[in-house]
């Protein structure tokens, strides 16, 4: 019992000042209400029960630290949070001293501020209970640099959450240098069915509103996991400030929760995670049965939003969410509603999110921009987007993989010269695609618009999904791709589950495309060009049949490429490719079905180079139309017949692959090198012998032979015959 005493020194006493350590051991501590206990010393502070733990819960109130002290100890480290016989511990008197603070107990209630001032190696906090931690509202703990540790739930023995009241906050930055602030641990969540003051949800760790973590170019980790049956919340942010170099959030929801509202992580209204270095946000729900919204992630802005997560350098940012199950709908890997999320020193940004729902609404990631809660995904520089979402395989509907909407609001996703990778798939039951991008108008709210990259956009973009599907109220211009990078849409899987159509119906591209690709060497569903288009670099495209229902063109050296094995479509009226590179027909499997004559019927190609067949094909080549440029001339067939001049100007290659005939009378020259893969035959008759012009490269036989024939007219005695080439 301690009540109205100095301990240590005592102005104008004997001892004016002290170094002793001032240890206060007994069954329990008690102090007197309205009494004041002054502590002077620069020694440590110890209080701590005769045995293994207090024999009643002790309230600690009235003392007055001078501030010199070296360190605060209450409560045993060995016993008292073991989870055994521990009792609760309140400290109800603010502490400032010049050392480490350490609170052990059970349930721990930090009714006043902790202050050291110790520095980075002596100055940390270290708060352990066997069950709960509680920092008033209001409170701080404060450090010079010193770590600050919570860790409830002790050796995993009774459960408890971590609650900081409102406007409550952790400071561990100072003059002395930043130190590192972790709520709970990887191998010790805090885990608990805690709620707070004014909070109607419960879970591990509970930072209530307001609250402020800052760890300067210190270490911020939070984990947390909820046990309760309903509205349970690995971690729950509201309106909090977090600053840190690498910042950390794993939650994990309870799978006690049948009534639905189990989120991993749950960061909201104007929450601001801002990290130096990574910042890194898991979260997964384990609500079941029939329940609903059990989410991975969810990040839901205030009216006005601010930036939710940032980095402003160069490591990366990495959102992963895994949703519970139930029948109910909802369950969401990561769930965004005017989420803004940042990188303004080049990382890159990942979000991966998959659902386990067993109802509608299994959706790996959904973002959506609403009302005035725009959404915002961006990367400076040469940082990378990718977001990854998998729709529930036991979903019923609208499961899925990667959902963007921009409910009367813009929802955009941009970087500079970094890429854009948005990859879909989708779960199982109706109305489910691997990517969905959506508009939807209101009256008297603003025009929606959902936009990936914009006017600085270099970079590229890919949508990778089976079923892409755009939708806009009011037309393409709603949905916009703008980079003057490349743009590529291609199955996640082999192929596409349904036959493409370009342009896609309800989204704009930008002129400046700097390429275009659609599909990928094993799909098998059908490509169709409708509009005439235009693109600044090449077109690419995969499919079972390729359908030119219009013009195609390229600028800036692009060639047109299309990687199919059978005949070209669409050309019952005649279409023209316009390529500033090569003209490429290229078998998507092994051949093609069938023989193929160059120029294809109802087909101008105007190209700078031409490529028809690939290695493995086994049907015959005939070209029967000059062919000049600078792109080079590749041929694989079995036998290619070459009845036109073929010339490669500058330093373009020549490859015939498979026995080859040039006609008598027709040349052959290659600017750059020249390679032949099988036998090579010059023909000759009465108009002309065929000839092999200028070589600018080297020559290279794979295979073959080469013949050079000679006609020699009737009634003539003798003939001098040379070869057609000069030197060796």
């Known amino acids: 019992?301690?009540?109205?005493?100095?301990?240590?020194?005592?102005?104008?006493?004997?001892?004016?000042?002290?170094?002793?350590?001032?240890?206060?051991?007994?069954?329990?501590?008690?102090?007197?209400?309205?009494?004041?206990?002054?502590?002077?010393?620069?020694?440590?502070?110890?209080?701590?029960?005769?045995?293994?733990?207090?024999?009643?819960?002790?309230?600690?109130?009235?003392?007055?630290?001078?501030?010199?002290?070296?360190?605060?100890?209450?409560?045993?480290?060995?016993?008292?949070?073991?989870?055994?016989?521990?009792?609760?511990?309140?400290?109800?008197?603010a502490a400032s001293v010049n050392g480490p603070i350490s609170v052990y107990g059970r349930n721990i209630t930090l009714n006043q501020n902790l202050n050291t001032t110790g520095g980075e190696l002596d100055g940390d906090v270290a708060i352990t209970g066997s069950g709960s931690i509680t920092l008033a509202g209001s409170r701080t703990i404060t450090t010079n640099g010193g770590d600050v540790t919570l860790i409830s739930n002790n050796g995993l023995s009774s459960g408890g959450g971590?609650?900081?009241?409102?406007?409550?906050?952790?400071?561990?930055?100072?003059?002395?240098?930043?130190?590192?602030?972790?709520?709970?641990?990887?191998?010790?969540?805090?885990?608990?069915?805690?709620?707070?003051?004014?909070?109607?949800?419960?879970?591990?760790?509970?930072?209530?509103?307001?609250?402020?973590?800052?760890?300067?170019?210190g270490l911020v980790r939070l984990y947390g996991k909820a046990t309760g049956a309903a509205s349970s919340f690995g971690i729950y942010a509201n309106n909090v400030t977090i600053t840190g170099s690498d910042i950390t959030l794993i939650g994990e929801g309870?799978?006690?929760?049948?009534?639905?509202?189990?989120?991993?992580?749950?960061?909201?209204?104007?929450?601001?995670?801002?990290?130096?270095?990574?910042?890194?946000?898991?979260?997964?729900?384990?609500?079941?049965?029939?329940?609903?919204?059990?989410?991975?992630?969810?990040?839901?802005?205030?009216?006005?939003?601010?930036?939710?997560?940032?980095?402003?350098?160069?490591?990366?940012?990495?959102?992963?969410?895994?949703?519970?199950?139930?029948?109910?709908?909802?369950?969401?890997?990561?769930?965004?509603?005017?989420?803004?999320?940042?990188?303004?020193g080049g990382g890159d940004i990942s979000m991966n999110g998959s659902s386990n729902s067993t109802g509608q609404g299994g959706v790996g990631v959904y973002l959506i921009a609403e009302n005035t809660r725009t959404a915002m995904i961006s990367a400076s520089g040469a940082g990378v987007i990718s977001i990854t979402g998998t729709g529930s395989l036991t979903g019923t509907n609208n499961a899925n993989g990667v959902w963007i909407r921009g409910n009367y609001s813009t929802a955009s996703?941009?970087?500079?010269?970094?890429?854009?990778?948005?990859t879909g798939t989708k779960g199982s039951g109706t109305n489910a695609y691997g990517i969905i991008v959506a508009t939807q108008v209101a009256t008297g709210f603003p025009t929606p618009l959902t936009l990936f990259g914009g006017a600085s956009q270099t970079g590229a973009i890919s949508f990778n999904a089976d079923e892409v599907y755009f939708l806009s109220a009011n037309g393409a211009a709603n949905n916009q791709i703008n980079t003057s990078g490349t743009v590529t849409f291609a199955p996640v899987s082999a192929s596409f589950s349904a036959a493409q159509t370009f342009p896609y119906s309800d989204v704009a591209i930008d002129s400046r495309l700097g390429g275009l690709t659609i599909g990928k060497a094993g799909n098998t569903a059908n490509i169709t060009f409708v509009s005439a288009t235009t693109i600044a670099g090449p077109i690419t495209a995969y499919g079972g049949t390729i359908t030119l229902d219009a013009n195609l063109s390229t600028t800036n050296n692009g060639d047109i490429s299309l990687y199919t094995d059978n005949a070209l479509g669409g050309l019952t009226t005649v279409r023209t490719l316009t390529a500033a590179g090569a003209f490429k027909y290229i078998p998507r499997g092994t051949t093609f079905t069938a023989n193929v004559t160059y120029p294809i019927a109802n087909l101008t190609a105007i190209s700078t180079g031409l490529t028809i067949g690939k290695t493995t094909n086994d049907k015959n080549i005939t070209i029967n139309a000059d062919v000049t440029g600078g792109a080079g001339i590749e041929l694989y067939g079995a036998d290619v017949n070459i009845n036109a001049n073929l010339v490669t100007n500058a330093s373009g290659p020549m490859y015939l692959k498979g026995n080859t005939t040039i006609a008598a009378g027709k040349n052959i020259t290659s600017g750059g090198n020249f390679t032949h893969n099988g036998n090579l035959t010059f023909k000759s008759d009465v108009n002309g012998t065929a000839t092999f012009g200028i070589l600018g490269g080297t020559f290279t036989k794979q295979s073959g032979i080469a013949t050079v024939e000679r006609y020699i007219p009737a009634k003539r005695g003798w003939r001098l015959l040379t070869a057609p080439v000069k030197g060796n």
């Open 162 to 217: 971590i609650v900081l009241g409102v406007s409550a906050g952790i400071i561990s930055t100072g003059s002395a240098g930043s130190g590192n602030i972790t709520l709970g641990s990887s191998s010790n969540y805090a885990i608990g069915n805690i709620q707070a003051i004014g909070v109607s949800a419960y879970g591990g760790v509970m930072l209530t509103n307001t609250n402020t973590l800052s760890a300067g170019t």
């Open 1 to 93: 019992f301690v009540s109205g005493v100095n301990l240590g020194s005592l102005a104008g006493s004997p001892v004016t000042s002290s170094t002793a350590p001032i240890n206060l051991i007994g069954k329990n501590t008690t102090t007197q209400a309205g009494s004041t206990t002054t502590i002077a010393t620069s020694g440590a502070v110890t209080m701590q029960p005769s045995g293994d733990d207090f024999t009643a819960a002790p309230t600690l109130t009235g003392f007055s630290f001078s501030g010199n002290e070296t360190g605060l100890t209450i409560g045993k480290s060995a016993s008292s949070a073991d989870g055994t016989s521990d009792v609760d511990v309140t400290l109800s008197t």
């Open 254 to 344: 309870s799978a006690a929760n049948t009534s639905g509202g189990d989120t991993g992580v749950y960061i909201f209204n104007a929450s601001s995670l801002t990290a130096s270095g990574a910042l890194t946000v898991t979260g997964t729900s384990l609500g079941t049965n029939g329940s609903s919204a059990n989410r991975g992630i969810t990040m839901f802005a205030a009216a006005t939003p601010v930036t939710m997560l940032k980095t402003t350098g160069i490591d990366a940012m990495t959102i992963t969410g895994v949703s519970g199950g139930g029948s109910n709908g909802n369950n969401v890997g990561i769930y965004g509603v005017g989420a803004h999320i940042q990188a303004t």
């Open 413 to 422: 996703v941009t970087t500079e010269s970094g890429s854009i990778n948005i």
